[in-house]
Structure formats: C-alpha cells, structure tokens
C-alpha cells in the first residue's frame, strides 16, 4: 500500500510536467510557487480524466485490493482516481511515507469543494498526522520553535518567506497523538492558525490542548496588514499566511510571525475583544480564574511584564487591557 501510494505520487508529479498537466502548471506559476517549492512539497497535478492514475498503478502490478486498501480506489466498480483536474498535495506520516493525499481545485467553477480531502484509511487518520511534520522537524530542533497553521498553502507560505519549521493541521483539531507528536521536539510551538474568527476560536482551542498536555507555546498576534478585496476594491484584513505572502510579500510575513502572545496575553485579548476596559467585576474576577493556569506557568520575568501589561502601566503600551491596581492584578 506505501509503495503504491509513494508510485501515485510519481505519477501525479509527471503528470504536472507532462501536456495533461498544463493547467496545474499555469495555476501553479499564476500563484507565482516556484519549482524548487514544487519539488520540495511533491505537489502534483491530476489529469482530467480519472482512470488514468489507476491504470498506471495497473501496469505497474497492483493488484485491486491493494488499491482499495491504499484508499487509491474512489470506485472499484469503474477503476476511478477520485481526483480529476486538481493539484494534489502528499501527505505523509512522521516517517516520510506518504500516506494520502489533498486535491485542490485550479478553477472557481468545478465541482465540489476547494479540496478533496482522502478518506480514512489504516494509515491515513488525520488525528496522527502533521502535514510537512517529517520535514519540518529536524528545522524545528534547529530552529527552536515550529509554527502551527491550518491549510497546504499557508504551510507553503511561510516556507517560501524562509521559516522552514512549519505544519499543518488541514482543519483538524488538535489531538493528544499531535500533542506528543510536537513535545518530542522540544521546541516552542508557535499557534498561527487564520486570523479571522473561526481561526482565532481554532487558537484558543489548540491553546487548552497544548498546555493540559504540557506543550511551551505562544500564539502568533492576529495580522495587522490589510488586502484589497477584488469584487469591492476595499482594504480588508489578511486572513491568513498565504494571503500576506501573496498581497504583502516575503518579508512582511517575516515580520508579522514574530509578533507573539504568551498564553496569558493571548487569552486576555480573546477576552477584550475590541474593548479597552473590563469594567464588571465579575468578569474580572472570572478571566483571571480562567487565566491563572496560563499565568503560573510563566517565568516570574514574564509574569511581571504581564502584570504591568494587564494594569496599563508598561511602557509603550498600546494593546487593550484591563485597568487595575497592580495589587489587585497579584
């Protein structure tokens, strides 16, 4: 089964270089990723017609059970790839294998959905699979830290603006499996799923599951750049990593991913909202009981820039906080 899928790899990456894979390719070079980040991801293309994966994989000697085990099959009655005019993203498991795969569609008006996701196999479940782990671990050992986003190309975003330690979760909440998975590094994980609400609310969740789980983490502050939105021509926000790379440029994404919450800071700011005070004491009272976890697990440094934070009295202080003693705050 690995070994048919790793010759389905092959075989979607000639396809991408072949004639049948020109409007990949065009799709590919219009998103401006170059070749050695195609190289590097094993991106490939799916021809239009669907029988031609499954005869290749026949020619090559895999027997119909072997496909079906593989998830390779979408119908075993007609012998069909389940992918048809998409690019295909790998997936592979902590050792390399590849394990599945992801269609993305190359143009607004084919059916189904943005991706085509691969189904639940005896080696592909989502709840023990990183996307780019096996390659971003050894940058993230170096490094010290491993950034954490959601989709294939915000993962292949930050990679092209040089931070190499990066995965992605492709929708999927974070697990206990993945929490071991990311401790075994001993780095800082670094949460940057979208900045729009529902990724936001995807951060606060990875959050409880990596400190129950007693992973180091900070959480990446939402983007502060702004993209003009085609159909309206307004200045909207950056959701998520692609959409700065692409809009704003390598060197911005640099920056912006170094701009990091601890737990404590970012769970405050969850809480603000758009409000500059919290007045009630009861939800005063409330956050910080809900806070103190993240807190006690700070260094005492860090614990007291996180009290001058909280009460507005740190220098250059221009985020929302909440307006207490500092008495009152310990």
Known sequence: ELKALLDLKKFYQLMLLSPLGKDGKDYLEGRKIPSDVIAYFGIGFAPKDPKLAIQSLRKLGYEIPVLERAGILANSSIFEDRYSERILFPIEDSYGHVVGFSGRKIRKDQPLGKYINYPLTPLFEKSTILYNFSNAREEARKAGFLYVCEGFM????????????VIG????????????????????????????????????????????????????????????????????????????????????LQSQSERLNDPYRFLLGRRMGNRLQMKDSKEIMDFFEEARPYFQSLNPVEQEQDIEFTTGTSENHRDPFIVLSKDAAR
């Open 154 to 165: 915000d993962v292949i975003a930050y990679y092209r603006a040089g931070i190499k330690a």
């Open 169 to 252: 979760t492709m929708g999927t909440a974070l697990t206990k499996e993945h929490c071991r998975m990311l401790k075994s590094l001993n780095a800082e994980i670094r949460l940057a799923l979208d900045s729009d609400e529902p990724g936001q609310e995807g951060d606060e969740r990875a959050a409880k599951v990596l400190f129950e789980n007693q992973v180091p983490f900070r959480v990446e502050k939402k983007f502060s750049l702004l993209r003009k939105e085609e159909a309206t021509g307004l200045d909207i926000p950056c959701k998520d990593a692609d959409e700065v790379l692409t809009f704003c440029g390598p060197e911005k």
